[in-house]
Structure formats: C-alpha cells, structure tokens
C-alpha cells in the first residue's frame, strides 16, 4: 500500500535564519518563556528536557534534573531550542556551554540564531 505525502516546497520568501548578537539575547528571550535543553547522554544519544529559563549575569539559568547535569559535566556544549507560539514563526536556537551550579546549569551562550520552517504549505 503506498500512503500519500503532501508535497512541500520550499519557501523562496525571507530568510530562514537570522544571527542574533550574544548581547540582545536578554530582549530576544522575553518572547519565549521556556525552551527545550539538549544535552547528549554517554550512549551519545541526544536528551532533551523542557525547562523555563532565566537569563542573568551573561548566562543562562535552568533548573535540570540529575542526567542533564551528569550529561553536562561530561559534554558540556548544550543547546536550547525555544519555540515559536506558531509553526510558521521563528525558534531561537542558543549554543553554549554549560557548568553545573546546585540543582542548575549555567550556559554561558557561544550562539545564537532564529530560525523559521523552510517548507511551506
């Protein structure tokens, strides 16, 4: 049996992503209250956790379960993924690195970017 698969072309209209400066990241993430924190775990398999998140001091502040933690001690290059409210509006994508501080990680940004759907409807 074959299932159809609505076509989707690629959108020709603005940018797909956009660069945004480490230093407008405190504007920026007051559009989006809570992100997704990735982290990859010893069997080198991506983990992901939805946390609210703080942004202080030129960091990042997440509260994180024990394995998040465990898994940024070891590879401490993590990633937040905060999504738009809609699926055609732009995502901030933040990389950075973190430490452990308590209960919390602290991600110092090294990146980050907005980023839209490619594919249109």
Known sequence: MLLSIPSMHRSTVGPVSITVAVEDLPDKLAEFPWGYLLTVDDQQRARLLAVPAIYAGGALRVTAGPGSRANAVARPEVTMVFPPAS??????????????????????PTRAVLHRPALRE
């Open 87 to 108: 699926g055609t509006e732009f995502s901030l994508v933040v990389d950075g690195t973190a430490e452990v501080d308590g209960d919390r990680l602290v991600i110092t």
